[in-house]
């Protein structure tokens, strides 16, 4: 039967050192970068032949273009048809046959759950 590996506490005074040699920190010596090669080594990069700048992000001028996903498309546009004419009225009276619309729609999301 293997035995186990113990590992004791993580001393307070050696938790950078910890963190940098894990990655959550840069690394700020030799032997954290060591640490983290021989940590990371068999690790598969998918950004081999991407840049990414860590002052720019520390900074606030890394600037990536936002990627926009459509889910649910069809939902999306029965759901806009069926409140365009709240969005059209705006406070004013809606008409009944839009109310029950609108409650009918509450129930049946309701039901759903």
């Given at each position: 039967?293997a035995k186990?590996k113990?590992?004791?506490?993580?001393?307070?005074?050696?938790?950078?050192s910890w963190?940098?040699?894990t990655g959550?920190?840069f690394?700020s010596?030799?032997?954290?970068?060591?640490?983290?090669?021989?940590?990371?080594?068999?690790?598969?990069?998918?950004?081999d032949?991407?840049s990414?700048?860590?002052?720019?992000?520390?900074n606030s001028?890394?600037?990536?273009e936002?990627?926009?996903?459509?889910?649910?498309?069809?939902?999306?546009?029965?759901?806009?048809e069926?409140?365009?004419?709240v969005?059209?009225?705006?406070k004013?009276?809606?008409?009944q046959?839009?109310i029950?619309?609108?409650?009918?729609n509450?129930?049946?999301?309701s039901g759903?759950?």
């Open positions: 039967m186990s113990k590992i004791g506490l993580i001393e307070v005074e050696h938790l950078d963190l940098s040699s959550y920190l690394p010596n030799e032997l954290e970068l060591d640490r983290f090669n021989k940590l990371y080594e068999d690790y598969d990069y998918k950004l032949d991407t990414i700048d860590p002052v720019a992000i520390i001028t890394f600037h990536r936002p990627k926009v996903i459509t889910m649910f498309e069809e939902d999306l546009d029965v759901d806009i069926s409140l365009r004419m969005a059209r009225k705006g004013e009276k809606l008409p046959h839009i029950e619309k609108m409650r009918r509450h129930n049946r999301d759903d759950q």
